[in-house]
């Protein structure tokens, strides 16, 4: 399990999921992957920041956030 910064040296990204284990950022088009990694586009070799997370199980996420997107590799 993993979260990432939104922030991209002076862009805040905004994200969507293809369904094939990829991100593309709406801002650039870069592809991303499951590990915080550009993999194409313009800032393809870059990475994000990673963030510290509490470990849940995913029932107790969605309870606690109604809405949120849950993925997995």
Do not use: Q
Not at 1 to 8: E, L, P, Q, T
Not at 18 to 34: I, K, Q
């Amino acid at each position: 399990m993993g979260a990432f910064s939104r922030r991209a040296g002076n862009c805040i990204l905004t994200f969507d999921h293809d369904g094939a284990g990829v991100f593309v950022d709406r801002e650039t088009g870069t592809l991303w992957d499951f590990s915080g990694r550009a993999k194409e586009g313009p800032l393809a070799g870059s990475g994000l920041e990673r963030l510290s997370i509490r470990r849940s199980l995913w029932f107790a996420v969605a309870i606690s956030f109604p809405g949120i997107k849950i993925y997995s590799p």
